[in-house]
């Protein structure tokens, strides 16, 4: 019987779907004898108290989250996000270093360092990519800080905006697709499977309409985790070796019939009626794992 | 070498990356960044570049190291530190975007004042300690400091050897009998007089003599 802390934000109830998931955790955690409290961000400093913390409100190593992983991990309690997972999902341009490192097959990627900003790097750029090329910050997460741009002037735009925040960028050759795969892994092992569609027109899951503050979302569709395509459960497998054992969720295009890896999110989004329609276990593995 | 060259180069070395200030995603953090991805053996790590700007985290590390600290509580409540810890209390920030502020609340108005401003209009949780004694900066290379304090020494020299950060500002209170460590800052390039540089280069040498090659 172990004592588990969910360390939430007040957003992570703020739509129905994430709070039912949370409410699933609950349930699944009771059902296996175990206790499921949610920890908000005044009662940090009761985390000695518990056996195992995980955290749902989004992570960065510069958010509280961070703060509470490492903390949890110095005290020696079991951590879904773990503080390591956090540094590398947290910063993409760690991720796609390591990636390359480790031949991981994923989108042919460059980095960009803030004093190479100028005409002569922009059309290597270019030539090499082809136009347009997608501008990842390294922070990016829920599609934002990724924007593509087709000519000097709107690259030169975008690149100054997120430079404000980080002297390093990625940028990625644009692969448009109808949909993003979406694999959730734990522990080496895939989780549950399913698509990401990406809105009619547009060319990332959450994408903004022209003029408009509000975002559109893809639909979601999911598989049973026995039906998928063992490449794709390679490619994902393989991703996520570089980075730990937690838990994540990983993106991959299919290119021509290949699986090219876009990115591995930690603190990956868990709805009810969405990732879990098809595997309906994921809650208990989850559970079992903090519990172990 | 400079930090731009390091970070085109694949160079397979030990790396001692110096800097005024670790930010997180700022030049100094890539280039330990891409030390690690090499493999090489850096100074300072990416692990230890953010832990020792989270200060509850730091805090609790350089309490398990044997350095002196007061209890912390990271709280976004007001109600919870005046209950918990009463006044003077010193207060930092916890949040993506203050990385060298640190306030003192003497009083309730001054505290919601503090917390307003180091919370982001309450949006993120801060760290708050007991103010005890009289608090100074004190500016270390290498675990090297001016200070005559023996006590002030040590802390410095346990939290080189635990985080090993090159150049830094420590935040120190010190009471009638003891010091405590309360939080560890960047320090700006006009804040480095032409003596320090000189001990930052002679220390640099030391390590190199000893068999480390070097980057930035």
């Given at each position: ?6 360390f939430?934000e ?29 920890l908000f961000r005044e009662d940090i400093s009761e985390i ?16 509280t989250?961070?703060v509470v992983?490492?903390t ?221 | ?54 200060t509850p ?14 209890p912390v509580l990271v709280t976004d409540s007001v109600k919870k530190i005046m209950n918990e810890l009463?006044?003077?209390v010193l207060l930092f920030a916890v949040n ?9 609340a ?5 505290l919601y004042?503090a917390m307003?401003?180091l919370g982001?209009?309450y949006k993120f949780a801060i760290c708050a300690q007991p ?86």
């Amino acid at each position: 019987m172990s004592k588990i802390a969910c360390f939430v934000e007040k957003y992570n109830f703020a739509d129905p779907r994430e709070e039912g998931a949370l409410q699933k955790f609950k349930l699944a955690a009771e059902k296996q004898g175990s206790e499921f409290h949610f920890l908000f961000r005044e009662d940090i400093s009761e985390i000695p108290k518990y056996d195992a913390v995980f955290i749902r409100a989004t992570t960065d190593p510069l958010n509280t989250a961070y703060v509470v992983s490492k903390t949890a991990w110095e005290l020696g309690l079991k951590v879904i996000d773990d503080p390591e997972s956090i540094t590398i999902c947290g910063n993409k341009i760690h991720q796609y270093a390591l990636f390359g490192k480790y031949n991981v097959p994923s989108i042919p990627t460059m980095f960009l360092k803030k004093d190479e900003l100028h005409h002569k790097k922009i059309s290597d750029v270019f030539e090499a990519f082809g136009k347009p090329v997608v501008i990842k910050a390294p922070y990016t997460s829920f599609s934002r800080y990724v924007e593509k741009a087709a000519c000097e002037t709107s690259f030169r735009n975008v690149a100054k905006r997120f430079f404000r925040k980080s002297d390093v960028l990625a940028i990625q050759k644009f692969t448009p697709t109808a949909f993003d795969w979406r694999v959730g892994v734990l522990n080496n092992d895939v989780l549950y499977v399913c698509k990401y569609m990406i809105p009619k027109g547009k060319w990332k899951p959450g994408a903004k309409l022209r003029g408009k503050p509000t975002v559109v979302w893809g639909r979601t569709v999911s598989f049973r985790r026995r039906e998928m395509p063992a490449r794709l459960s390679e490619a994902a497998l393989k991703a996520c070796s570089v980075i730990g054992k937690g838990l994540y969720g990983v993106d991959i295009k299919e290119v021509n019939g290949d699986f090219v890896v876009v990115e591995v999110n930690d603190n990956p989004s868990i709805y009810a009626g969405y990732e879990d329609s098809s595997d309906h276990d994921i809650y208990r593995r989850i559970i079992a794992y903090l519990s172990e | 070498m400079k930090p731009a060259t390091f970070l085109d180069s694949s160079i397979k070395e030990a790396t001692l990356n110096i800097n005024n200030e670790y930010r997180y995603l700022k030049t100094g953090y890539y280039v330990s960044m891409h030390a690690e991805v090499l493999g090489n053996r850096v100074i300072p790590s990416c692990e230890n570049i953010i832990d020792s700007s989270r200060t509850p985290i730091f805090l609790l590390r350089a309490a398990k190291a044997g350095v002196p600290t007061l209890p912390v509580l990271v709280t976004d409540s007001v109600k919870k530190i005046m209950n918990e810890l009463g006044f003077p209390v010193l207060l930092f920030a916890v949040n993506p975007f203050i990385y060298d502020g640190y306030k003192v609340a003497c009083n309730k108005s001054a505290l919601y004042r503090a917390m307003k401003s180091l919370g982001m209009n309450y949006k993120f949780a801060i760290c708050a300690q007991p103010l005890k004694g009289e608090l100074s900066a004190v500016k270390t290379y290498f675990g090297k400091t001016f200070s005559q304090d023996s006590s002030t020494q040590e802390i410095a020299e346990k939290v080189f050897k635990t985080f090993r950060i090159p150049l830094c500002k420590l935040c120190i209170q010190k009471t009638v009998d003891k010091a405590y460590l309360c939080g560890l800052q960047p320090v700006s390039k006009e804040e480095l007089s032409e003596q320090d540089l000189q001990i930052i280069s002679k220390e640099i040498l030391l390590i190199s003599e000893q068999g480390e090659a070097f980057g930035v």
